[in-house]
């Protein structure tokens, strides 16, 4: 993976992909389901994983990012099973981010870019086994323009320095409707040009979809669900609704 790219391209990529993913502060949806934290920013949740030149570059610039330790069978096996051109790394946490420093990962966090069996990039897909914790998965209508646009333009560069990334992707997205169609589920994506689209399950196509279609997933199907798992996990309700319009 990535042995086209340098530091200095993860450089360029930085500047070409700084946009919010949304108005949102989505982490005062998750924080209070895991005790404060952005589900995103916690590696009891999810470990990053960057290229090395990519750490090369933050090393160069910053103090936030250090070597991931693992912490049990699970993360052992994760670390253990990365390739020679990768690391795991994790960073001070929420509370000290530097917006500047953020891995790719932290900024397209949660999506991935959604590529068909025939090759091509039409959208944002997501990492699904987050949709559990993850707000933003159940309200991608939240999702800005200038992000979209961003992400499109970071991961074309991307795929263009290093086509093993490409291929990397292209798994993901076939392993994403694999999972599914066992699942008899769709795929939601938020398409490349703006507006959604959905995966048909069996390769039964890609169809568009509405905005009010879109799904919420576990404790964000309803303000009632939500409120009960920050109960359960003890945290305070945000002020703001859980259910974006």
């Not at 949304?22 to 998750?30: A, E, L, M, V």
Request: net charge positive.
């Amino acid at each position: 993976m990535s042995k086209g790219m340098q530091p200095k391209d993860f450089g360029e990529l930085y500047d070409m992909f700084q946009a919010n993913v949304s108005r949102y502060d989505c982490g005062r949806f998750c924080g209070p389901i895991n005790g404060d934290s952005p589900v995103c920013c916690s590696t009891q949740h999810a470990v990053p994983v960057v290229e090395k030149p990519e750490y090369a570059l933050l090393k160069s610039r910053t103090d936030l990012w250090h070597r991931f330790k693992p912490y049990d069978a699970t993360t052992r096996k994760i670390v253990n099973e990365l390739g020679s051109s990768c690391c795991a790394i994790e960073c001070k946490g929420a509370r000290f981010c530097e917006r500047d420093n953020r891995t790719l990962a932290c900024r397209a966090f949660p999506f991935y870019p959604y590529i068909t069996r025939e090759g091509n990039f039409i959208g944002l897909g997501t990492y699904w086994i987050y949709e559990d914790r993850c707000w933003l998965i159940s309200n991608m209508q939240v999702v800005e323009r200038d992000f979209l646009k961003e992400f499109v333009a970071a991961y074309e560069f991307l795929f263009e320095k290093d086509p093993a990334e490409f291929e990397t992707m292209k798994q993901h997205s076939a392993t994403h409707r694999r999972t599914f169609t066992r699942l008899n589920r769709p795929i939601a994506l938020i398409a490349r040009e703006g507006g959604f689209l959905k995966v048909l399950p069996g390769g039964k196509g890609i169809v568009p979809l509405k905005r009010e279609d879109l799904p919420r997933i576990g404790i964000y199907k309803s303000e009632r669900a939500y409120a009960r798992a920050v109960k359960a996990a003890g945290g305070t309700m945000p002020a703001q609704s859980v259910m974006a319009p």
